[in-house]
């Protein structure tokens, strides 16, 4: 199990960008799947990208092209880089966790299967 604390997010202006923070802590070593997913005020919840131990990563097509995934090791943080920000991508956002050597898109509509997860933090974007 890890633990995961979100930080990063807050007001910005459509066309703006953002970074949130994912700092991971516990027992990492197992591999581990790293997901950012969001949640919309109607609790509708999206999965954005995943970050697989092997570097690889995917997107959803809404967010694909604006948000990129990464993670450093060093400093145990996964983060996500968001550009181009629209009105619509205003949400609370988490990051999540699986121990799994790999990463699956399914997931992205199956967030159950994932034990661990923050806490959030909210993102909004004004016109």
């Known amino acids: 199990q890890v633990q995961l604390t979100e930080s990063g997010g807050g007001s910005v202006q459509a066309g703006g960008s953002l970074r949130l923070s994912c700092e991971t802590s516990?027992?990492?070593?197992?591999?581990?799947?790293l997901y950012w997913f969001r949640q919309f005020p109607s609790k509708r919840r999206e999965g954005l990208a995943y970050?697989?131990?092997?570097?690889?990563?995917d997107y959803s097509d809404s967010v694909k092209g604006r948000f990129t995934i990464s993670e450093d090791k060093a400093e145990n943080t996964l983060y996500l880089q968001m550009n181009d920000l629209y009105a619509d991508d205003s949400a609370v956002y988490y990051c999540?966790?699986?121990?799994?050597?790999?990463?699956?898109?399914?997931?992205?509509?199956?967030?159950?299967?994932?034990?661990?997860w923050g806490r959030g933090t909210q993102v909004t974007v004004s016109q």
């Open positions: 970050l697989e131990h092997t570097g690889e990563t």
């Open positions: 999540a966790a699986r121990p799994d050597s790999y990463c699956y898109y399914y997931t992205f509509n199956d967030p159950e299967t994932l034990p661990d």
């Open positions: 516990g027992d990492r070593s197992y591999s581990y799947c």
